[in-house]
């Protein structure tokens, strides 16, 4: 564990009041599984539906250390050069033509050491000095493959990876790890079993209140919970794409810059873009009618 998270984080209330300090709102469960990630330290994987806060919380922990944010985004075809390392071949040939022009020999070792290594993401991460250990943030692991998850083993068991060419790279400091996931597919139970483990649900109406006046400020209150109202009746339609927090802080931005006082009917009718994304999920809300989405009544 780093002296220097523990220092900064010695117990949960003080993770909870970094956090609120910050503007990222969560829960009990949340809080805790945070903190143990931060303090055991152990990865955390981090599951729920599209725009729920997952990112934003390894942010959170970012910005609370004052660490660097390394965030590999994940996608269908990653390998491990792309998150790992690559060799800078244009300067390995240019050592080269140098050598060459110099009459010197060049050795395998000479071309293949760390002054010729391109650091992707996950290197970086290990290698980062400190003192805060820098966060790892791997972004939607279910949309890489099989062969990538079987490459993230070692670095979530041992913070280290092997480079053919220079052997065992370990972490000094070693790198917070914060996997996020949509659960478009099951992950593996090897790659669960390194990972703590929470569940990100949808806010209630009032923690979305709170969450998006923080997130937008000036916002009213009479507007927030209208908006928040509209999103969790959009949300019991069978959609697409349910809008989440990030999509509500949209609209409430949307909202603000118009400067619409209140909700209604033709507001929401000319704004509905920056909440549905999809033309189904917009014609299934105007099918239902708009009327109903802004009633003044709770969902």
Same mark, same amino acid.
């Given at each position: 564990?780093?002296?220097?998270?523990?220092?900064?984080?010695?117990?949960? /209330?003080?993770?909870?009041?970094?956090?609120?300090?910050?503007?990222?709102?969560?829960?009990?469960?949340?809080?805790?599984?945070?903190?143990?990630?931060?303090? =055991?330290?152990?990865?955390?994987?981090?599951?729920?539906?599209?725009?729920? $806060?997952? #990112?934003?919380?390894?942010? *959170?922990?970012?910005?609370?250390?004052?660490?660097?944010?390394?965030?590999?985004?994940?996608?269908?075809?990653?390998? *491990?050069?792309?998150?790992? !390392?690559?060799?800078?071949?244009?300067?390995?040939?240019?050592?080269?033509?140098?050598?060459? &022009?110099?009459?010197?020999?060049?050795?395998?070792?000479?071309?293949?050491?760390?002054? !010729?290594?391109?650091?992707?993401?996950?290197?970086?991460?290990?290698?980062?000095?400190?003192?805060?250990?820098?966060?790892?943030? %791997?972004?939607? %692991?279910?949309?890489?493959?099989?062969?990538?998850?079987?490459?993230? +083993?070692?670095? =979530?068991?041992? @913070? &280290?990876?092997?480079?053919?060419? %220079?052997?065992?790279?370990?972490? #000094?400091?070693?790198?917070?790890?914060? +996997?996020?996931?949509?659960? #478009?597919?099951?992950?593996?139970?090897?790659?669960?079993?390194?990972?703590?483990?929470?569940?990100?649900? !949808?806010?209630?109406?009032?923690?979305?209140?709170?969450?998006?006046?923080?997130?937008?400020?000036?916002?009213?209150?009479?507007? &927030?919970?209208?908006?928040? @109202?509209?999103?969790?009746?959009?949300?019991?339609?069978?959609?697409?794409?349910?809008?989440?927090? @990030?999509?509500?802080?949209?609209?409430?931005? *949307?909202?603000?810059?118009? $400067?619409?006082?209140? +909700?209604?009917?033709?507001?929401?009718?000319?704004?509905? /873009?920056?909440?549905?994304? !999809?033309?189904?999920?917009?014609? =299934?809300?105007?099918?239902?009618?708009?009327?109903?989405?802004?009633?003044?009544?709770?969902?």
């Amino acid at each position: 564990m780093s002296e220097f998270v523990e220092r900064c984080l010695p117990g949960v /209330g003080s993770l909870r009041a970094a956090l609120d300090s910050l503007g990222y709102l969560a829960d009990d469960g949340l809080v805790t599984a945070l903190f143990l990630a931060l303090r =055991l330290p152990q990865p955390l994987l981090l599951e729920g539906e599209a725009g729920v $806060g997952k #990112t934003e919380a390894a942010k *959170a922990v970012a910005g609370i250390l004052g660490s660097p944010l390394i965030r590999l985004q994940c996608y269908d075809g990653l390998d *491990a050069a792309e998150a790992l !390392y690559e060799w800078n071949y244009p300067r390995q040939l240019l050592g080269i033509r140098l050598a060459e &022009a110099r009459h010197e020999q060049l050795s395998e070792a000479d071309l293949f050491s760390e002054d !010729y290594l391109l650091r992707r993401p996950v290197l970086a991460a290990l290698t980062h000095p400190g003192p805060a250990p820098a966060v790892l943030l %791997i972004d939607e %692991i279910d949309r890489a493959d099989d062969d990538f998850e079987a490459f993230l +083993l070692e670095v =979530l068991a041992e @913070a &280290a990876v092997t480079i053919p060419e %220079i052997g065992t790279i370990r972490a #000094t400091v070693p790198p917070i790890v914060v +996997l996020t996931s949509n659960r #478009t597919r099951d992950l593996h139970d090897a790659l669960k079993r390194r990972c703590l483990y929470h569940w990100i649900d !949808y806010p209630d109406t009032e923690r979305l209140v709170e969450i998006v006046r923080r997130r937008v400020p000036g916002t009213s209150r009479d507007l &927030a919970v209208a908006v928040a @109202a509209a999103v969790r009746r959009l949300r019991t339609l069978e959609l697409q794409k349910a809008p989440g927090i @990030a999509e509500t802080i949209d609209w409430i931005s *949307a909202l603000n810059l118009l $400067g619409v006082p209140r +909700l209604d009917a033709d507001v929401a009718r000319s704004t509905l /873009g920056s909440l549905l994304k !999809y033309r189904e999920d917009q014609e =299934l809300a105007r099918e239902r009618g708009l009327d109903w989405l802004v009633a003044d009544r709770q969902p």
